[in-house]
């Protein structure tokens, strides 16, 4: 990967993890204002975790001696936490986003900084991609009413 690859790569993924934290709050605000707290503090950690990682990469970025750019990308916002769901499990389907990343960690032999930064998300983005597959399964077993009552709460 070249330099300007890198620094595109890098520069790419801090906006979409900036835009995703956002949209994370919103959501976080939205179900916490529907009584679902416990899903409202799980919105605010995949924000944080996603804000965090946006940091990161434009800190490397910086360190690498690039240029950090400003952007954003257009978010769904839902108001059922089915749909948000929904929503997550089929961008990991069609995006391939933990196999992307894979290959982008594969790709920088050359760099082992960036190497473990990339191999930090891919882990972050298989826990997620497993967390919602874990609360689609519950859904699909207790049904979409009783995993609602389960989220109610501080």
């Known amino acids: 990967m070249t330099f300007d690859e890198k620094i ?5 993924y801090a906006i979409a993890w900036y835009s995703t934290s956002q949209a994370d709050y919103i959501h976080e605000a939205i179900f916490r204002a529907q009584g679902f707290g416990k899903f409202a503090d799980l919105c605010k950690e995949e924000g944080d975790e ?7 990469c434009t800190e490397r970025v910086i360190a690498l001696g690039g240029k950090p750019v400003f ?4 978010q769904p916002v839902f ?3 089915k749909d948000l769901l929904k929503s997550w499990d089929d961008e990991f389907r069609d995006q391939q986003a933990v196999e992307e990343l894979e290959k982008i960690a594969a790709s920088l ?3 082992s ?3 473990k930064l990339v191999e930090s998300f891919v882990e972050c ?13 519950l859904i699909e077993r207790i049904g979409y009413d009783n995993y609602l009552i389960e989220q109610l709460g501080e």
């Open 50 to 56: 996603e804000l965090e990682e946006a940091r990161k």
């Open 113 to 115: 900084i960036t190497r």
């Open 8 to 12: 595109k790569m890098l520069n790419d």
């Open 109 to 111: 032999a050359d760099d």
């Open 79 to 81: 108001c059922e936490i």
């Open 71 to 74: 952007g954003c990308c257009e």
């Open 125 to 137: 983005e298989s826990e997620h991609k497993t967390w919602v597959a874990k609360h689609l399964g």
